[in-house]
Structure formats: C-alpha cells, structure tokens
C-alpha cells in the first residue's frame, strides 16, 4: 500500500511562492506516475502538473511558467514549487500517483490515480 502526505501549504500574498512537498512511504515503484491536482470550493478537481520517471512534465494552461513540478527519487519526495501565485490558485492541492497505464490517457485524468494525499490548502489573498 503506498501512502502519501503533502505538506507546506499556507497564506500568502499574491505574487508571493509557496512550496508543496509529497512525501511516499509504502510499497513504492520507481516508474510511478505523480501528478498534483486542487480543487476549489464549488469546482471540479483539476489536473495542475505530472511528471514521469522519465523526468518528462506536463502543466496544465493556467500554471505553465509560474509552477515547476520536480522529485527527488532518492528521498521518495515530490515538489511543486509555485511562484507569482494569484488568488485564483486557492484551492486544496493533492498529491497523486500511479502505476504506468497500459492504454492511452490524459495526463490530467485523476480516475486514472489510485493513491491520493489528504490535502493541503493553499489560500492566496489579494
């Protein structure tokens, strides 16, 4: 069973950074796929950035060049650094991942994750 807690969510100014930590325990393949996702009051959970074993990313539109995805395999730690943070990125963000698909996919596409984070909020004043 893999397990995995996010940390380093808070409040922060707009144009201000924040960075997120995922940290995985558990029986833990090398070729997973992890991804970050939030949701916000009222909207449906979205897909933010992915990253595979590969190192290869993905970023969804709305974070592309303000948010960097990375991990540290070594230390079974996933990162999203967020810079320039707007008030529109305030939502809970949530650590997911996955065993590699054997069919096609959206990156974005959360029914695809098995194992989730609980959350962490992320609220962003103006």
């Known amino acids: 069973q893999v397990q995995l807690v996010e940390s380093g969510g808070g409040s922060v100014q707009a144009g201000g950074s924040l960075r997120l930590s995922c940290a995985a325990s558990?029986?833990?393949?090398?070729?997973?796929?992890m991804g970050w996702f939030r949701q916000a009051p009222k909207k449906e959970r979205e897909g933010v950035a992915a990253?595979?074993?590969?190192?290869?990313?993905s970023y969804a539109d709305s974070v592309k060049g303000r948010f960097t995805i990375s991990q540290d395999n070594a230390k079974n730690t996933l990162y999203l650094q967020m810079n320039s943070l707007k008030p529109e990125d305030t939502a809970i963000y949530y650590c997911?991942?996955?065993?590699?698909?054997?069919?096609?996919?959206?990156?974005?596409?959360?029914?695809?994750?098995?194992?989730w984070g609980q959350g962490t909020q992320v609220t962003v004043s103006s």
């Open positions: 997911a991942a996955r065993p590699p698909l054997r069919y096609g996919a959206a990156w974005y596409d959360l029914t695809t994750f098995d194992y």
């Open positions: 558990g029986y833990t393949y090398k070729n997973y796929y």
């Open positions: 990253i595979d074993s590969g190192g290869r990313t």
